[in-house]
């Protein structure tokens, strides 16, 4: 898996670096250059149409766009989807006015950051049953840990079309081909938030 990450300022930095530690390989790109152990960085200006042609986008299956302009984020969104349209494409907005922009743009995920905080922050106070949980606009993007007897051990991740398996962790790294689902590992999910409610309830442990 390897994940491209456009802008380095603090949020595209600590992306790359939880990215890193999970073993995934990251590429950035900035203006500026930022250097970081353990991350391959590129010079460059991402609102180029002409420097993502000359870049192999074909390497990489999810983008997070990092700007701290809106704009240029939609702008960047749009480039990306027109050359590679199956690129899945993760969009921080800091104006709630522009999150329908960037969608309307090609960006497959658009988190608003201070929707995001205060989501993040009252799932903790509530200790809510996912472990971790984000949601914006009907959306949802889950983890969860696999627990012994629970509905869905034993299960293939390919069975499930109704929501995106985005990763799978084994023993704190991310594996890229499961055959089957074990107690043990986390699943990363994202999809309409009705599907992932069904999807949540198969790790609820069966009945003895």
Sequence with gaps: MKVLV????????????????KKIEVVAVDVEEKGVEGINFVRGDARSEEFWQN?????FNSAILALPSDTDAILVAMILKKLKPDLIIV??????????????????????????????VVSTVLREFAAK??????????KYRVLENAKIVGRKPEEFK???????????????????????????????????????????????
């Design 55 to 59: 870049f192999n986008l074909d390497e």
């Design 162 to 208: 109704d929501i995106v398996i985005l990763g799978i962790e084994k023993d704190g790294e991310v594996v890229d081909k499961v055959e089957k689902i074990l107690p043990g590992m986390c699943i990363i999910a994202a999809g309409k938030k009705e599907k992932i409610l069904e999807f949540e309830k198969l790790f609820i442990p069966s009945k003895q």
């Design 6 to 21: 456009v802008g380095f300022g603090d949020v595209g930095r600590s992306a790359a670096r939880i990215l890193l530690a």
């Design 133 to 142: 949980r984000l949601f914006y606009e009907g959306y949802l993007i889950s």
């Design 91 to 120: 969009a921080r907005c800091n104006n709630p006015e522009y999150v329908e922009k960037l969608y309307k743009a090609g960006a497959d995920y658009v988190f608003d950051l201070p929707s995001v905080t205060s989501e993040v």
